[in-house]
C-alpha cells in the first residue's frame, strides 16, 4: 500500500489541517496508478491513502497522479468529480520576465540559470538600447553606485529600467549603493582620469577649489586626513593601483612622492599605511552612512529602489537603524538592505551585521586594499557560506572581469575566479567597471552568463550534493515548520528528480528557505506582489511570478498550470513538488 506519514498540525485556515507526506513507493496492486515519470525505468506509483480521501480532510493527498487527466486528492477528486476545471476564464494573467520565459521555452526547466546577475549601470551603460541589452542578456539587477554622477543621472537611469520593465516585460530591480565616508578622492575637477608618473611630488589636500584643480592637486574628502597622516606614511590609491609616500605636511596641504606610478580615478579610495599597517584614526569615527548618504536614502526612498547597499558598515546597529528608517517612510516598506563587507570592522561583526541585514556584498575593491590581498579569497567563502547559513542572499563583486573594461575577452584567471563563485554557490555576481564605464558590458555579462551556466551544469551532471549541513535558524515553531517543510520539499525534489519546485509565498521568506537549500531544479516562486517579485530576482536558483491567489492550494495549482501551460512554459507530465506558506503542505504531482 502507499506509504503515508500524516502531520496534525493545527491551522486557522482550513478544518482540520492535515499535513501529509505520502512517500512513493513502488508497488503493484489493483487500484493503483502508474506513472511514469522520468525518461529513465524508474516507476512512480500512486495512491491516495485512506484519510486522503475522507471527505472530512480537505487537505491535499501529496503523490498524485495525473494519469486520467486529473490530479488526485481528496480535494483535486471533488474537481475531477464534478468536472470542475481550472479556472481558465480567470482574467488575472501570470507575470514573468521575457527573459525567463524564453529560456524556459527554449531549454527547459533544468537548464534555466540559477546565479544572479547584477550590473553596475555608469556612462557605458545607461542608453535605453545599452540598458535593454543588459536585460536580454540577463541582467536581473541594475546597481547604481551614488559615489558616481549627480541625483538626475540616476533618477533617468531608474526611469529608464521602470519603463524598460512596463514596455517590454522585464523585472529588473534597482540596488542603490552609498558612498560611505571612508577617506576617498575627489572628482579630479572633472577630468575623467589622471596619471601619476614616478618620482612626481602631489599635493593631497583638504582645501575646496573651484574647477580647474592647480596641476598636480588631489583633494580629500575627510577633514582629518592632514592631521591623521604623519610623514613616512604610505597613501594607497584603490588599494595600491598607485601608491605615494608622505613627505611633508603644511597646514591642509599633504606633499606626496608618488612611489608606484599610475592612473589615478575619480573618487578614488584612499587608505594609510604605517609600517606594514592600516591606519585607523578618527576616520574610523566617521559614521557609516554620512548626511550626504541620508540624502541619497530619501532619494532611493521617494523613487522606490528594491535594494540600498550600505558601503562601509562596520556594525550591526547601522543597519538595524536604516532598516527601521526605511520601515517608517518607505510606502510599502520593504526596501531590502544589503550590507557590504569592506572593511575590517566589517569582518570582526560580520554575523551580526548579516544577521540585521536583508543580504550581504563581498565588496572585494575595498575589502582588498583593507585586509591582505592574500586573505581575500577565504573571507569571500566564509561570507558566502555563513550567508547561506544564516539565508540572507549573497553577492560577490569586484574586479570578476576587470579585464573586459578594456578587452571582449576575459583573461583565463578571471574565469576560473567567476567560476569559483559560482562553484561557491553565492546567490549573484556583479559586474562594476565592466558594466559601467567599460567598452563591453554587454559581452561581459555573457562571459557571467555562460560561465554560470557551464559550472551549474556541471555541478548538476556530477550530483555533486552539498556537504553543508543547514543548520536551524526559525525563531519560531511556525518558521521551524516552514523550514522543514523547505528542506524535506528541497531534499524530496532531488531524490524524485522532479522538473520544478513551485513555492507560493506573499513575503518570499519560503521561497528564500528553498532557495537556500540550493536544489537540483529551479524554483518557481509565486508571490501577489510586485515588489516581493522584484526583490527575489537576487536569490539563488528562482524564477519569480507575479500572480493573484487565494488561500485553496488546489485551486491555485490548478490556475497556474492553466496559466503556464498556456505560456508554453510547462507540459503535461511534468512533475513538480508545491510547497505554500498559506498551508503548510508539500505536495508531488504531475502537471495535469
Ligand atoms: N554613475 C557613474 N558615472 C560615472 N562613472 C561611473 C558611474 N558609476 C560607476 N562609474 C565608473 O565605474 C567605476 C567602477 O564602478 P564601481 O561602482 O565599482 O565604483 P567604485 O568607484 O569602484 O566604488 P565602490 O567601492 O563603491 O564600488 C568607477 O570607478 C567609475 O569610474
Ligand atoms: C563593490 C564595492 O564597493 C567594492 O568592491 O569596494
Ligand atoms: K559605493
Ligand atoms: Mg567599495
Given at each position: 500500500?502507499?506509504?503515508?506519514?500524516?502531520?496534525?498540525?493545527?491551522?486557522?485556515?482550513?478544518?482540520?489541517?492535515?499535513?501529509?507526506?505520502?512517500?512513493?513507493?513502488?508497488?503493484?496492486?489493483?487500484?493503483?496508478?502508474?506513472?511514469?515519470?522520468?525518461?529513465?525505468?524508474?516507476?512512480?506509483?500512486?495512491?491516495?491513502?485512506?484519510?486522503?480521501?475522507?471527505?472530512?480532510q480537505s487537505s491535499p493527498v501529496l503523490v498524485s497522479d495525473n494519469g486520467s487527466g486529473g490530479v488526485l486528492s481528496s480535494v483535486t477528486q471533488e474537481y475531477g468529480r464534478n468536472n470542475v476545471v481550472a479556472p481558465s476564464s480567470d482574467s488575472s494573467s501570470i507575470e514573468v520576465d521575457t527573459v525567463t520565459e524564453a529560456e524556459l521555452k527554449e531549454n527547459g526547466f533544468r537548464s534555466t540559470r540559477r546565479t544572479k546577475l547584477i550590473c553596475t549601470i555608469g556612462p557605458a551603460s545607461c542608453g535605453f538600447e545599452q540598458l535593454e541589452a543588459?536585460?536580454?542578456?540577463?541582467?536581473?539587477?541594475?546597481?547604481?553606485?551614488?559615489?558616481?554622477?549627480?541625483?538626475?543621472?540616476?533618477?533617468?537611469?531608474?526611469?529608464?529600467?521602470?519603463?524598460?520593465?512596463?514596455?517590454?516585460?522585464?523585472?529588473?530591480?534597482?540596488?542603490?549603493?552609498?558612498?560611505?565616508?571612508?577617506?576617498?578622492?575627489?572628482?579630479?575637477?572633472?577630468?575623467?582620469?589622471?596619471?601619476?608618473?614616478?618620482?612626481?611630488?602631489?599635493?593631497?589636500?583638504?582645501?575646496?577649489?573651484?574647477?580647474?584643480?592647480?596641476?598636480?592637486?588631489?583633494?580629500?574628502?575627510?577633514?582629518g586626513f592632514?592631521?591623521?597622516?604623519?610623514?613616512?606614511?604610505?597613501?594607497?590609491?584603490?588599494?595600491?593601483?598607485?601608491?605615494?609616500?608622505?613627505?611633508?605636511?603644511?597646514?591642509?596641504?599633504?606633499?606626496?612622492?608618488?612611489?608606484?606610478?599610475?592612473?589615478?580615478?575619480?573618487?578614488?579610495?584612499?587608505?594609510?599605511?604605517?609600517?606594514?599597517?592600516?591606519?585607523?584614526?578618527?576616520?574610523?569615527?566617521?559614521?557609516?552612512?554620512?548626511?550626504?548618504?541620508?540624502?541619497?536614502?530619501?532619494?532611493?526612498?521617494?523613487?522606490?529602489?528594491?535594494?540600498?547597499?550600505?558601503?562601509?558598515?562596520k556594525s550591526a546597529e547601522v543597519i538595524k537603524h536604516l532598516k527601521s528608517y526605511i520601515k517608517a517612510r518607505a510606502r510599502d516598506g520593504d526596501i531590502a538592505v544589503i550590507a557590504k563587507i569592506e572593511s575590517i570592522d566589517s569582518l570582526r561583526n560580520l554575523e551580526e551585521i548579516i544577521q540585521a541585514s536583508d543580504g550581504a556584498m563581498v565588496a572585494r575593491g575595498d575589502l582588498g586594499a583593507q585586509i591582505p590581498l592574500e586573505q581575500v579569497p577565504s573571507e569571500q567563502q566564509k561570507i558566502v557560506q555563513l550567508c547561506r547559513q544564516l539565508n540572507r542572499p549573497v553577492i560577490v563583486a569586484s574586479q570578476l572581469l576587470e579585464s573586459m573594461i578594456e578587452y571582449p575577452i576575459p583573461t583565463r584567471a578571471e574565469v576560473a575566479d567567476v567560476s569559483e563563485a559560482v562553484r561557491q554557490r553565492g546567490d549573484a555576481?556583479?559586474?562594476?567597471?565592466?558594466?559601467?564605464?567599460?567598452q563591453f558590458p554587454e559581452k561581459a555579462l555573457t562571459v557571467l552568463r555562460n560561465v554560470s551556466l557551464r559550472i551549474e551544469r556541471r555541478w548538476r551532471e556530477q550530483k555533486r550534493r552539498e556537504v553543508i549541513e543547514l543548520s536551524s535558524i526559525a525563531s519560531s515553531f511556525s518558521d521551524s515548520i516552514s523550514e522543514e517543510?523547505?528542506?524535506?520539499?528541497?531534499?524530496?525534489?532531488?531524490?524524485?528528480?522532479?522538473?520544478?519546485?513551485?513555492?507560493?509565498?506573499?513575503?518570499?521568506?519560503?521561497?528564500?528557505?528553498?532557495?537556500?537549500?540550493?536544489?537540483?531544479?529551479?524554483i518557481f516562486a509565486f508571490t501577489t506582489a510586485t515588489s516581493v517579485r522584484r526583490r527575489l530576482n537576487l536569490q539563488w536558483g528562482l524564477m519569480p511570478f507575479r500572480l493573484n491567489y487565494s488561500d485553496d492550494m488546489e485551486s491555485n495549482l490548478n490556475k497556474t498550470f492553466s496559466?503556464?501551460?498556456?505560456?508554453?512554459?510547462?507540459?503535461?507530465?511534468?512533475?513538480?513538488?508545491?510547497?505554500?506558506?498559506m498551508l503548510q503542505s508539500i505536495q508531488v504531482m504531475n502537471v495535469p
Open positions: 500500500m502507499s506509504q503515508a506519514i500524516n502531520f496534525f498540525v493545527s491551522s486557522s485556515s482550513r478544518s482540520p489541517a492535515t499535513f501529509t507526506i505520502s512517500r512513493p513507493s513502488v508497488f503493484v496492486s489493483t487500484g493503483s496508478l502508474r506513472v511514469p515519470v522520468k525518461k529513465s525505468l524508474r516507476t512512480l506509483v500512486v495512491k491516495a491513502s485512506a484519510s486522503d480521501l475522507d471527505e472530512s543588459l536585460a536580454v542578456e540577463g541582467m536581473n539587477v541594475a546597481r547604481i553606485n551614488m559615489c558616481h554622477g549627480t541625483r538626475e543621472w540616476h533618477r533617468m537611469v531608474i526611469e529608464r529600467v521602470r519603463r524598460l520593465n512596463e514596455e517590454k516585460g522585464f523585472a529588473v530591480a534597482i540596488m542603490m549603493d552609498t558612498e560611505g565616508s571612508e577617506i576617498h578622492m575627489g572628482d579630479l575637477g572633472g577630468a575623467s582620469s589622471a596619471k601619476a608618473e614616478d618620482g612626481e611630488i602631489w599635493n593631497f589636500t583638504v582645501r575646496a577649489f573651484d574647477p580647474p584643480l592647480p596641476e598636480r592637486t588631489i583633494t580629500v574628502n575627510y577633514d592632514a592631521e591623521d597622516v604623519k610623514v613616512g606614511d604610505d597613501l594607497l590609491v584603490d588599494g595600491g593601483m598607485v601608491r605615494f609616500e608622505v613627505i611633508e605636511k603644511i597646514g591642509p596641504d599633504v606633499k606626496c612622492l608618488c612611489t608606484d606610478p599610475g592612473l589615478l580615478l575619480p573618487r578614488a579610495n584612499l587608505t594609510f599605511w604605517r609600517d606594514g599597517k592600516l591606519v585607523r584614526e578618527r576616520n574610523a569615527m566617521l559614521p557609516t552612512i554620512s548626511s550626504k548618504d541620508w540624502l541619497d536614502i530619501d532619494f532611493g526612498i521617494a523613487e522606490g529602489v528594491d535594494f540600498i547597499a550600505v558601503s562601509f558598515v555576481l556583479m559586474l562594476s567597471g565592466e558594466s559601467a564605464m567599460g517543510i523547505c528542506n524535506s520539499a528541497a531534499k524530496m525534489a532531488n531524490n524524485l528528480e522532479v522538473d520544478a519546485l513551485f513555492v507560493y509565498t506573499k513575503n518570499g521568506h519560503m521561497a528564500s528557505l528553498l532557495s537556500r537549500c540550493r536544489p537540483d531544479c529551479p496559466l503556464l501551460k498556456a505560456r508554453g512554459m510547462i507540459k503535461s507530465g511534468d512533475l513538480i513538488i508545491a510547497v505554500s506558506d
